[in-house]
């Protein structure tokens, strides 16, 4: 089965740096995605890890340790725009699971 | 590249009716379509993968005979909310893959459609 942990809600200031972690347990793991998801509209792709380590892609980047069934999302720079759900998703076969997301609200 | 659209972006429909829901990849061939759910605040969740020309494979929980998916060609697939009621009212979301070998197999998704069931 699958389990995916994220907190619900984090606040953070424009500018600053912020870091979202996700935990998991999945069967078939083969990578995580993370995606950001704005209200009301379908999720959008940041990143993909599939071997431990950071990925580092602009002002985003994310860590996994498949040893430890962890990975964040590091957000820099943090802009007004960023305020949306960020999901944990692990992908097991074809399939990709999601969590339920955690909502960032970026705060002048 | 890679856009996938869906139709229509939102409906409302009487109790007791049927609804039809378009996916279609744009500029790649889709092997694999994939059909979410969210509820609001609450997480995507995996109805069924539809794979074109075979049954589609349905999640546990779901019913599929109250949602109909037919990927009748590799563009497009679609889902029809049979006999809709007021808890079928949800965002529904499809995505879908290539199918190309590669680093990863990412899933690009569709703006999806708003379903307000009266």
């Known amino acids: 089965g699958q389990n995916i942990d994220q907190p619900t809600e984090m606040t953070a200031t424009e500018g600053a740096i912020v870091q979202i972690n996700c935990t998991y347990q999945?069967?078939?793991?083969?990578?995580l995605f993370w995606y950001q998801q704005h209200a009301g509209e379908a999720p959008t792709f940041l990143s993909y890890n599939v071997l431990d380590g950071l990925e580092e892609k602009g002002r985003f980047s994310s860590f996994l340790s498949r040893s430890k069934g962890y990975s964040y999302l590091l957000l820099k720079e943090l802009q007004m725009k960023d305020s949306a759900s960020y999901l944990c998703?692990?992908?097991?076969?074809?399939?990709?699971?999601f969590g339920t997301g955690t909502q960032l609200k970026v705060e002048l | 590249g890679a856009v996938v659209s869906q139709h229509p972006s939102w409906v409302i429909c009487k109790s007791g009716t049927s609804v039809k829901i378009e996916c279609r990849s744009l500029?790649?061939?889709?092997?694999?379509m994939f059909w979410y759910r969210q509820f609001p605040k609450q997480s995507l969740m995996l109805m069924a993968t539809s794979n074109e020309g075979s049954k589609a494979t349905y999640e546990q929980g779901v019913e599929k005979d109250k949602f109909l998916i037919n990927h009748a060609s590799l563009t497009l697939s679609t889902l029809t909310v049979t006999s809709a009621h007021p808890e079928d009212s949800s965002f529904y979301i499809c995505s879908a893959n290539s199918g190309v070998a590669g680093p990863y197999n990412e899933q690009f998704f569709g703006p999806g459609t708003r379903l307000t069931v009266l």
């Open positions: 998703a692990p992908g097991g076969g074809n399939k990709l699971t």
């Open positions: 999945t069967s078939g793991f083969n990578g």
């Open positions: 500029d790649f061939q889709a092997t694999t």
